[in-house]
């Protein structure tokens, strides 16, 4: 069941490659470390303290001159890695950190559910944060909605945190083209976000991720096989990167108590002139 369950994450992160161009990476953080937040989350008042931390949903493609691979198989070492290493880094900012397994999930059924469920629906929402502008989320225009609430109320916990990776690893062809010019950018390197979803509203309240800078090398990234020997590095290098403008947990807080009150969708019915104008610009074309 757990192998079942892991194909099935394997066969959604297809989804990822599909928003951009095949021989670059696809995502939020292209160049570098981003972060996005609520005014609820960066003011505490919807800071959680205790966070689920999901399995990743990968893509991996190893970019060649003419073709890209698919390595959705191999995804198991390098997702393991960056678990270890995001649980590490936000449990370092004061968060309680709970880290989900495949076995543990494979194991209950209810569980695996909730979690399909959710993952599905923030799938939906991360394709639109992809194709449009990650400021929405101070917007709160992101919602998990009853599915997020559901998981997290089923796990004891005040958030969520669904990570989303994409890895490119480059072909010795690609580089060699990159090189001399015939390639334009660097096709091989990794990036990673993950968005964190409150018990009480389902929005994505924040969104933090970044570049793992030493995977991209001089000549169009590295091979596919560097990047997989050397996972530990390479994840703990995202893992640091996507944190840096993680806030601390307030220690006076206290976790959320999840009771049907709790869970209730926060409304904000204020219009937000900013958000207004950010809109417009949108349609008129600004960037």
Not at 3 to 10: A, N, S, Y
Not at 184 to 205: C, Q
Request: glycine share 10%.
């Amino acid at each position: 069941m757990t192998k079942q369950f892991r194909k099935g994450l394997w066969a959604a992160g297809t989804l990822l490659m599909l928003l951009g161009s095949q021989s670059a990476l696809a995502g939020v953080c292209l160049w570098g470390e981003c972060s996005e937040m609520t005014n609820e989350f960066r003011t505490l008042e919807l800071r959680p303290k205790t966070i689920a931390l999901l399995p990743a949903r990968s893509t991996l493609t190893q970019d060649g001159a003419f073709n890209t691979e698919s390595k959705v198989g191999e995804t198991a070492g390098l997702e393991d890695a960056l678990a270890n290493s995001l649980e590490k880094e936000i449990s370092a900012l004061g968060y309680s950190v709970r880290r989900l397994t495949f076995d543990e999930i494979g194991q209950d059924p209810q569980l695996s559910a909730l979690l399909s469920a959710a993952n599905q629906r923030y799938d939906e929402e991360y394709a639109t944060i992809v194709a449009f502008k990650v400021k929405g989320i101070r917007y709160r225009r992101y919602s998990v909605g009853e599915e997020s609430r559901r998981l997290a109320k089923y796990l004891g916990v005040d958030a969520v945190a669904f990570p989303r990776m994409q890895v490119v690893g480059a072909s010795s062809g690609s580089k060699w083209m990159s090189g001399l010019g015939m390639k334009e950018g660097k096709a091989g390197g990794i990036n990673m976000e993950f968005g964190l979803v409150h018990a009480r509203t389902g929005d994505i309240e924040a969104l933090f991720g970044g570049v793992s800078k030493s995977s991209t090398g001089t000549f169009g990234g590295v091979s596919f096989k560097k990047i997989l020997k050397k996972a530990d590095k390479y994840m703990q290098d995202i893992a640091e990167t996507s944190v840096r403008k993680m806030p601390k947990v307030d220690k006076a807080l206290k976790p959320q108590k999840l009771d049907e009150e709790a869970t209730e969708l926060v409304l904000y019915d204020d219009v937000d002139e900013e958000a207004v104008l950010d809109d417009l610009d949108d349609l008129l074309g600004g960037e």
